[in-house]
């Protein structure tokens, strides 16, 4: 089997990184920068965005695992102290996947260019370098609402305890294919009304943003920006990718919510 680790580069995640490479070569594992089987990455839930983007070409064919050196993180959700069971299981492959849903962007221009197509991990979010966003909401092909607010979050399921929570969307089980709309700050007066509280999509409902003033964005995917001109419009929907996670031992995901956002304070009552 062929890896590559990921570290975040500080001191803690690279001593890591050069335990756990040293081992697994011992084991007769192969070090492979660009057809890795299992990407390893050691840091935090940024730097396993990181890496999911740098292998993001081969998503049937890489598997990921995360180690986490700072707080417990959702995408890093391995202990050092776990790292001498994780190297050995690791060693003994094949190994169990997971795999959870994505969301794919399409992004097409008023000037006939390619459209752009880009997967995402957590989110998409939408926004302007200026003022407020403006555009028509469809669902399904038929128009929903026109929005204007900051912007749009677009998140998947496992990205939903990222800014989605922030901006008041669900928490919600990325065993269920879907995505969520999340508004950032709509106007709501006479003229512009939207729904005002967050939508779940299931798989194959597609939603589509078309702008009708400004045609420049700022796509927000994951942890990279990217400034877009002449947008006609913006295509989300489930992807049919997925993202492939190793498993070596179970970690229920409502207890990683319940350990990464209330666990601490039931400790102090
Ligand atoms: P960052 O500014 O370090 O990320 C903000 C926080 O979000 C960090 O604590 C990060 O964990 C955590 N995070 C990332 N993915 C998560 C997930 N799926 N569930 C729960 N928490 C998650 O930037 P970054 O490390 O490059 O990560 C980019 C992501 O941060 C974006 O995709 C966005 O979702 C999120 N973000 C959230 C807010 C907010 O909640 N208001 C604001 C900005 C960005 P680590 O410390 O382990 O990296
Ligand atoms: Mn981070």
Same mark, same amino acid.
């Given at each position: 089997? +062929?890896? +590559?680790?990921?570290?975040?580069? @500080?001191?803690?995640?690279?001593?890591?990184?050069?335990?756990? +490479?040293?081992?697994?070569?011992?084991?007769?594992?192969?070090? @492979?920068?660009?057809? !890795?089987?299992?990407?390893?990455?050691?840091? &935090?839930? %940024?730097?396993?965005?990181?890496?999911?983007?740098?292998?993001?070409?081969? /998503?049937?064919?890489?598997?990921?695992?995360?180690?986490?050196?700072?707080?417990?993180?959702?995408?890093?959700?391995?202990?050092?102290?776990?790292?001498?069971?994780?190297?050995?299981?690791?060693?003994?492959?094949?190994?169990?996947?997971?795999?959870?849903?994505?969301?794919?962007?399409?992004?097409?221009?008023?000037?006939?260019?390619?459209? @752009?197509?880009?997967?995402?991990?957590?989110?998409?979010?939408?926004?302007?370098?200026?003022?407020?966003?403006?555009?028509?909401? +469809? =669902?399904? %092909?038929?128009?929903?609402?026109?929005?204007?607010?900051? &912007? =749009?979050?677009?998140?998947?399921?496992?990205?939903?305890?990222?800014?989605?929570?922030?901006?008041? %969307?669900?928490?919600?089980?990325?065993?269920?294919?879907?995505?969520?709309?999340?508004?950032?700050?709509?106007?709501?007066?006479?003229?512009?009304?939207?729904?005002?509280?967050?939508?779940? /999509?299931?798989?194959?409902?597609?939603?589509?943003?078309? !702008?009708?003033?400004?045609?420049?964005? /700022?796509?927000?995917?994951?942890?990279?920006?990217?400034?877009?001109?002449?947008?006609?419009?913006?295509?989300?929907?489930?992807?049919?990718?997925?993202?492939?996670?190793?498993?070596?031992?179970?970690?229920?995901?409502?207890?990683?919510?319940?350990?990464?956002?209330?666990?601490?304070?039931?400790?102090?009552?």
């Amino acid at each position: 089997m +062929k890896f +590559k680790i990921v570290s975040k580069g @500080d001191k803690r995640s690279n001593k890591i990184k050069a335990t756990m +490479k040293q081992y697994l070569i011992g084991f007769d594992l192969e070090y @492979d920068r660009e057809e !890795p089987d299992l990407v390893i990455s050691v840091g &935090g839930d %940024g730097t396993f965005l990181e890496a999911f983007h740098r292998y993001v070409h081969r /998503l049937s064919k890489t598997a990921f695992i995360g180690v986490h050196t700072g707080h417990l993180g959702f995408y890093t959700d391995y202990t050092p102290d776990e790292l001498e069971k994780l190297i050995i299981e690791i060693a003994k492959t094949p190994f169990q996947v997971v795999e959870y849903p994505l969301l794919e962007v399409l992004i097409r221009s008023k000037t006939g260019e390619k459209e @752009d197509r880009v997967l995402a991990l957590n989110e998409a979010m939408i926004k302007t370098a200026e003022g407020s966003v403006v555009f028509d909401v +469809k =669902i399904k %092909g038929e128009h929903f609402e026109t929005f204007r607010g900051d &912007g =749009i979050c677009i998140s998947t399921p496992s990205g939903s305890t990222a800014y989605n929570k922030a901006l008041g %969307g669900a928490i919600i089980h990325p065993s269920l294919e879907a995505i969520q709309l999340a508004e950032m700050a709509s106007i709501n007066n006479r003229v512009f009304r939207t729904i005002g509280s967050p939508l779940i /999509l299931p798989k194959h409902h597609t939603c589509l943003l078309e !702008p009708i003033k400004d045609k420049s964005f /700022l796509i927000a995917i994951d942890h990279f920006t990217r400034t877009y001109n002449n947008v006609k419009s913006i295509q989300c929907r489930v992807a049919k990718e997925r993202i492939r996670f190793a498993r070596f031992r179970q970690f229920p995901f409502w207890d990683r919510v319940r350990d990464s956002f209330v666990a601490e304070e039931q400790g102090n009552l």
